[in-house]
């Protein structure tokens, strides 16, 4: 078993600790917005330490979108780069845990249409995407076979 690291963001490791303390009964929503978040488990790509980062929560049927937004920053986050070295992840969705495989989405109709899910779930996203350069990259998250 890898070490945990938590997050250096505070408010980010705090929202962790309280989902999986309670077995994701509490901590379910970004501050008081009372939009639904979901915590990926990955694996760090430089460390290969486990790393655990909770994400807005944009379902697709039985999938996840997972949009790497850093609120419009103008980098990526890192966890972009350990999904891409690693897409094994575990995601729990409240008190439920799905071990998953992720992918980042390139084909512009696939992407425009999840896009268009993930605003619908969180609008921010859109105004973060207007407000950076880069082009913000989405992820598809699969149950793994
Ligand atoms: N971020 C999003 O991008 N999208 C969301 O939808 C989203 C929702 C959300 C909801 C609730 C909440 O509490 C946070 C939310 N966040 C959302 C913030 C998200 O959880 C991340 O904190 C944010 O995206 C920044 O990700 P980050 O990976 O850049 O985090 C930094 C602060 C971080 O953890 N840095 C670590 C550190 O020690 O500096 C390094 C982490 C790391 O992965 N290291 C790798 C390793 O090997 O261990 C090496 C990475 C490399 O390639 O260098």
Do not use: C
């Not at 084909?107 to 425009?112: G, I, L, Q, V």
């Amino acid at each position: 078993m890898s070490e945990y690291i938590p997050s250096p963001s505070q408010w980010v490791a705090d929202q962790v600790e309280l989902y999986e303390g309670s077995n994701g009964t509490e901590g379910l929503t970004l501050r008081d917005t009372g939009l639904p978040v979901i915590i990926v488990t990955n694996r760090g790509n430089k460390t290969g330490a486990i790393r655990k980062t909770p994400l807005m929560r944009v379902a697709d049927g039985n999938n996840y979108v997972l949009v790497a937004s850093k609120g419009g920053a103008p980098e990526h986050p890192l966890w972009y780069h350990n999904l891409k070295a690693d897409p094994d992840v575990q995601i729990r969705d409240g008190a439920q845990v799905f071990t998953m495989q992720v992918r980042e989405v390139d084909d512009p109709a696939e992407k425009r249409r999840l896009w268009d899910i993930a605003v619908a779930a969180f609008p921010p996203y859109q105004e973060y995407q207007d407000k950076t350069d880069r082009v913000i990259p989405v992820f598809i998250a699969k149950p793994a076979k």
